[in-house]
């Protein structure tokens, strides 16, 4: 039996790691994002990461692998592993936008995403006033049914509108828009997380979006178009409000 205790320790230990690892790699992409290392500087060698962040130099490697995969860092022969600028950095990872957190409004990246936005979902809910089936359509109102249901939480509010955009974008049934479904889910979350957070009432949203589900059914495309329109206007101004209230207060004179 006692020979068995050393493999269950090992066995924890091999349990731990990725936990150990997972929490070095956001502390590191923390600092980077805090500019604790800013752009353009090497980071700390490698004993000296150890020291900070009290792991191994195999638990460092692995993190800067995964920073270097996101494009966060590079490592350069004979000078160390360099911070990347900001637009190398893989903004529309679910876990670079995590590592950002807040100061995703210093990064301008909400007001992009809503740009990025308006040049698509308009044309995609054409489409799909055109080629969406029957099962698709019910798939938006069920998702529409839920933001309405949800409407005083924001976390079941923001997941069920974040199904309804996501439904729309598929029900397009354009080859590249179904691509970008799973490249820009997790941004799309984070901006309307933002808005509806943001937002006073969402009654609003709610009834823009049921027009949206009628304007399909009727097979109406115009109308479908014009309900995205409306429906990214409202998004605008509730996310202006949103980096209202995250700018950073003036100082008193």
Not at 184 to 195: E, P, R, W
Not at 216 to 233: E, V
């Amino acid at each position: 039996m006692e020979g068995q205790e050393p493999q269950a320790a090992a066995g924890e230990q091999v349990q731990r790691r990725p936990r150990v690892q997972k929490n070095v790699t956001r502390s590191i992409a923390s600092d980077i994002c805090a500019d604790v290392f800013p752009v353009g500087s090497t980071l700390p060698r490698e004993n000296d990461l150890c020291e900070r962040y009290g792991v191994s130099r195999t638990v460092i490697r692995e993190s800067l692998k995964i920073l270097e995969s996101k494009g966060m860092v590079r490592g350069r022969s004979r000078v160390g592993t360099v911070v990347c600028g900001k637009d190398e950095w893989n903004i529309l990872d679910a876990q670079v936008l995590e590592w950002i957190g807040e100061r995703i409004f210093e990064f301008d990246l909400l007001n992009c995403i809503l740009e990025a936005r308006r040049a698509i979902e308009p044309v995609a809910a054409e489409f799909a006033a055109e080629r969406a089936t029957v099962q698709e359509i019910a798939d938006l109102e069920r998702a529409w049914q839920a933001m309405r249901d949800g409407e005083r939480d924001v976390a079941g509010f923001t997941d069920a509108d974040v199904a309804f955009h996501t439904c729309l974008l598929k029900a397009s049934h354009n080859q590249v828009f179904l691509q970008l479904v799973g490249i820009i889910q997790a941004a799309l979350k984070f901006s309307l997380h933002a808005s509806n957070e943001a937002a006073e009432r969402r009654d609003e949203a709610i009834d823009i979006h049921r027009e949206l589900v009628e304007a399909l059914r009727m097979r109406d495309k115009a109308a479908a178009r014009d309900c995205s329109i409306r429906m990214l206007d409202l998004a605008a101004r509730d996310l202006a409000t949103a980096v209202k209230q995250h700018s950073p207060a003036k100082p008193v004179l």
